[in-house]
C-alpha cells in the first residue's frame, strides 16, 4: 500500500485503534503532507458553557507538547494544516509547537467557523469555532488566496451528533484540505472521531491517516471511511439533515 507515499496519484487510507501518543512514533520521518484534526477539550475546564474559564493548562500543555513533537517529525517541512481549538485552549495549541530552539510547525493564524446555530454559554451563547491554522516552517500557503477572510459562515449543528458528539462538517474539513493540500497528498488525523477528515479527503482526492483510541468511536470512524472511500472519487455522502427531536431538544434549552 503507497500510504505515505505522499503525491503519488493512488488514494489510499490507513486507520489505527489506539493513542496518538503511541501510534504516531511509529510513523516516518517526514511522511504526511498535511494535518486536519479536532483534538479532545475536555483536559482544558471540560465545559464550554461559558460558566467555566478554568482551564488544567499545566497538563493539557505538557501532554499537547509531547504531541506536537511527534507531528512535527511526522509532517513535512513544506506541510500546512488545521486545528479546531476555542478561546481556552488556543494558546495551548500555539504553545505546544513551540519547541524551544528550533525551527518548527507553528500556529500562524487563526480561523472562525460561524455555525449559524447558537451552541452553549450564559449569557453569550457560543455559535464560533475557533479553528488554528498551522504551517511548517517552510510551507508557502499557496493554496489560499490571498483575499480569503479568516471568518466563514456555514450552518452546521451543535450538539448530540448521530456519529460521535463532537462530530465536524465534513463539508468543512473538505475545504481545509483543499486549503492546506493537492489530490493524492496524505492528510493525518490523530483525533479521528467519526472521521469527518477522513471522509471529506476520500471525497477530495487525499490519502488519511487516522488515529482514534476509543474503541467505539473507532469502529464507527472506521465504517464511515470505509464506506467513503468505497464511492466513485468525487462522489459524496452528504452530512444527513438532523432529526427535528435534536433541534427541539435544543429549543428547550434556550
Ligand atoms: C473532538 S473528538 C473528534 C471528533 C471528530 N472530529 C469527528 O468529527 O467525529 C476527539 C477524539 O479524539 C479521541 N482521542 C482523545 N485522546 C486521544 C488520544 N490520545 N489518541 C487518539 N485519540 C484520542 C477521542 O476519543 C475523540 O473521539
Request: net charge negative; with cysteine; glycine share 10%.
Amino acid at each position: 500500500m503507497p500510504l505515505l507515499d505522499c503525491g503519488g496519484a493512488m488514494v489510499e487510507y490507513k486507520l489505527f485503534e489506539g493513542d496518538c501518543l503511541e501510534i504516531l512514533p511509529t510513523l516516518p520521518d517526514n511522511s504526511i503532507c498535511g494535518i486536519v484534526t479536532d483534538p479532545p477539550f475536555s483536559f482544558a475546564g471540560g465545559i464550554s458553557n461559558g460558566r467555566s474559564s478554568i482551564t488544567d493548562s499545566q497538563f493539557f500543555l505538557y501532554w499537547w507538547r509531547a504531541v506536537c513533537k511527534e507531528l512535527d517529525r511526522v509532517l513535512k517541512q513544506d506541510g500546512e494544516g488545521f486545528i479546531w481549538c476555542d478561546w481556552r485552549t488556543a494558546w495551548i495549541i500555539a504553545e505546544g509547537f513551540n519547541l524551544g530552539q528550533k525551527y518548527s510547525w507553528r500556529v500562524a493564524q487563526v480561523i472562525y467557523h460561524y455555525r449559524e446555530m447558537p451552541g452553549q454559554g450564559q449569557p453569550f451563547r457560543s455559535s464560533v469555532d475557533l479553528i488554528a491554522y498551522v504551517r511548517g516552517p517552510k510551507s508557502t500557503g499557496h493554496r489560499i488566496p490571498n483575499t480569503t477572510h479568516n471568518l466563514f459562515s456555514k450552518y452546521w449543528y451543535y450538539g448530540k451528533h448521530e456519529n460521535h458528539p463532537a462530530e465536524k462538517d465534513p463539508e468543512v474539513c473538505a475545504q481545509l484540505i483543499e486549503w492546506c493540500s493537492d489530490p493524492g497528498d496524505i492528510i493525518l488525523d490523530p483525533f479521528m472521531g467519526s472521521s469527518a477528515t477522513g471522509r471529506a479527503c476520500a471525497m477530495t482526492g487525499r490519502g488519511f491517516v487516522g488515529i482514534e483510541k476509543d474503541s467505539e468511536h473507532f469502529i464507527t470512524g472506521k465504517k464511515l471511511t470505509q464506506r467513503a472511500f468505497s464511492l466513485p472519487q468525487g462522489t459524496w455522502e452528504k452530512p444527513k439533515p438532523l432529526p427535528s427531536s435534536q433541534m427541539s431538544l435544543f429549543e428547550r434549552a434556550v
